[in-house]
């Protein structure tokens, strides 16, 4: 495998990461606020099709995000009150909104654009583009580290640069400020949160809205950027990968990075069967590579569920006492 073909295969694995990655990230602060988010594949599935249409309406990506943005953040407003106002169990609460919106988009696309259940194409304005780094042509000659910086690192669209920058920002907020410090007690023993006077069901609320943002823009960035409109289902079991990924990761933003990198990298192989074929030098199957990442889903599930020690108030409803 030459340079070019690797640089070729780790910027597709970056991109394809990206909304995982994104996803992964909402999970983290929803979960380390103790509340369990099975229906991120929902949030990001509602935020592809709200993103895609309004953008394609207005003819404007970022308005279009924002539209994404919000669609997640209703169903993030529903499993919160579910699940923390009224208590009610948050996987099934999460699961009934990942149905609500595999059934809800394509209606809502068949009402809208009459186009069996999918968006026009988007193009120009309606799209992230991708961006040119400074300097990126001037070094694109340097021996290595030019390719390296002039195609792996320039020539992405903005949603890929701001999801690498979430994982700083989320380690920053979570490890560093009050605000994060509070944030994982609730999940831990929310019982001594509200004994220091410290509101339960506001940092868990807002660890919801945090989620639902970031899953807005993970759906925004598949249908706008990653592809050129909604298709249905489009997201094909991202969220539940996402899950996988914060387990693997431990609940931690680095790992969490790494995590996801790996499972973009599998997704983008499926890309390239050519190269594998001429690396290994037999044929392998495209539907075995399509697989891959999905499996890596289940050995990680099964092996690591026993061994990843969640938050310990995860999944349970908190009563206050009198």
């Known amino acids: 495998m030459d340079l070019v073909t690797l640089l070729q295969i780790l910027d597709s694995s970056l991109r394809l990461a990206?909304?995982?990655?994104l996803a992964c990230l909402a999970g983290l602060f929803s979960e380390r606020a103790g509340i369990f988010d099975i229906g991120l594949e929902g949030k990001m599935l509602a935020a592809a099709f709200?993103?895609?249409?309004?953008?394609?309406?207005?003819?404007?990506?970022?308005?279009?995000?924002?539209?994404?943005?919000?669609?997640?953040?209703?169903?993030?407003?529903?499993?919160?009150?579910?699940?923390?106002?009224?208590?009610?169990?948050?996987?099934?609460?999460?699961?009934?909104?990942?149905?609500?919106?595999?059934?809800?988009?394509?209606?809502w696309a068949q009402s809208w654009f009459a186009q069996g259940g999918r968006t026009p194409q988007l193009s120009g304005a309606g799209r992230f583009e991708p961006i040119?780094?400074?300097?990126?042509?001037?070094?694109?000659?340097?021996?290595?580290?030019?390719?390296?910086?002039?195609?792996?690192?320039?020539?992405?669209a903005i949603i890929v640069y701001i999801g690498l920058l979430m994982v700083p920002l989320t380690w920053w907020v979570l490890f560093r400020t009050r605000f994060g410090l509070r944030l994982r007690?609730?999940?831990?023993?929310?019982?001594?949160?509200?004994?220091?006077?410290?509101?339960?069901?506001?940092?868990?609320?807002?660890?919801?809205?945090?989620?639902?943002?970031?899953?807005?823009?993970a759906g925004a960035f598949l249908a706008?950027?990653?592809?050129?409109?909604?298709?249905?289902?489009?997201t094909a079991g991202r969220g539940y990968i996402a899950l996988a990924a914060l387990i693997f990761a431990k609940w931690r933003p680095w790992y969490a990075l790494m995590?996801?990198?790996l499972f973009g990298f599998l997704q983008a192989l499926a890309l390239r069967p050519d190269v594998i074929e001429g690396t290994l030098n037999f044929q392998v199957q495209v539907q075995f590579l399509d697989a891959l990442p999905y499996i890596l889903t289940v050995i990680i599930l099964a092996g690591f569920v026993g061994k990843a020690i969640p938050p310990r108030a995860g999944g349970e409803p908190y009563v206050k006492e009198r």
Do not use: K
Request: net charge negative; hydrophobic share 55%; aromatic share 6%.
């Open 18 to 21: 990206t909304p995982l990655l």
């Open 224 to 234: 706008t950027s990653l592809q050129a409109g909604f298709t249905q289902n489009m």
């Open 132 to 156: 040119e780094l400074p300097f990126a042509d001037a070094l694109s000659g340097v021996p290595i580290l030019g390719p390296i910086y002039a195609d792996l690192i320039s020539g992405h």
């Open 259 to 261: 995590a996801c990198l």
């Open 50 to 107: 709200m993103s895609a249409a309004v953008a394609f309406t207005t003819g404007s990506a970022w308005i279009g995000m924002l539209a994404g943005i919000g669609a997640s953040m209703v169903l993030s407003a529903i499993h919160g009150l579910a699940s923390i106002t009224f208590r009610g169990n948050q996987l099934i609460s999460g699961v009934a909104l990942n149905f609500l919106a595999q059934g809800a988009t394509v209606v």
């Open 185 to 217: 007690a609730v999940g831990e023993n929310p019982a001594a949160v509200d004994t220091a006077g410290v509101s339960v069901i506001g940092l868990r609320y807002s660890s919801i809205v945090i989620a639902g943002v970031l899953c807005g823009i």
